[in-house]
């Protein structure tokens, strides 16, 4: 039965639903009130980190502001379950962004690990600080836009009176949505559990270290 409802539509949505919702607002959340081991408004920028692109945003003010508030209005939104499709499309671009600022830190030490110049253990701590930080949330979000990408179907309409091309169907192949779905529901619910469990105090923020890579 458990299978079953797993593998059900409208029990899959509502859970991924609630996942990314939970990890948005407790992400976007923290800029404001401290809940977890990441960036606050109330610290400076101090000691390395993983892409020079973050520090940046920090240090703007406006800009890693703005992030956050669209973190709280996705969870919010997905909670609720209102204007769900418009804040989708509206955190898109932040959700892409959240990836690769994980990803190519990652790719870049892959190719010290091919050639020998990268530890395994620092390749396996990048490789799961990628996918519960970055992936986990992307992921998530991709598989919510394609359950629901009959709604989005005519903004890929060439002209605005245009149908949408035919690869634009590759969105609404069953495989792929199968495949986001469970990618969904191991990565994603880990990784909100992880955080939910930091923000509540039952996992200590200590546990970042296993998957902070070794400097």
């Known amino acids: 039965m458990a299978g079953l409802a797993l593998n059900d539509r409208r029990f899959a949505i509502a859970a991924v639903r609630w996942l990314l919702g939970v990890q948005s607002f407790i992400s976007g959340i923290n800029w404001w009130v401290k809940l977890l081991p990441f960036p606050n408004i109330a610290e400076p920028v ?24 669209i973190e709280i209005l996705l969870g919010l939104a997905l909670i609720l379950n209102r204007h769900v499709l418009l804040m989708l499309v509206l955190s898109f ?15 870049g030490k892959l190719g010290g690990f091919v050639t020998g110049s990268v530890a395994p253990g620092a390749m396996w701590a990048s490789t799961l600080d990628m996918l519960y930080f970055g992936a986990g949330v992307f992921v998530m979000q991709a ?22 091309p035919a690869w634009a169907g590759f969105f609404e192949a069953g495989w792929l949505k199968l495949a986001l779905r469970w990618l969904s529901y191991t990565v994603g619910a880990t990784s909100t559990l992880w955080i939910v469990g930091m923000a509540i105090g039952l996992i200590p923020w200590s546990s970042l270290a296993v998957l902070a890579p070794p400097r």
Do not use: N
């Open 143 to 164: 598989y919510l836009m394609s359950e629901y990408f009959d709604r989005y179907r005519p903004m890929f309409a060439v002209r605005p009176d245009g149908d949408a």
């Open 46 to 69: 101090a000691g390395p980190v993983k892409h020079e692109i973050l520090r940046t945003m920090v240090e703007s003010g406006w800009m890693f502001t703005a992030t956050k508030g």
């Open 93 to 107: 671009p932040v959700m892409l962004m959240t990836f690769l600022l994980d990803f190519f830190p990652f790719a």
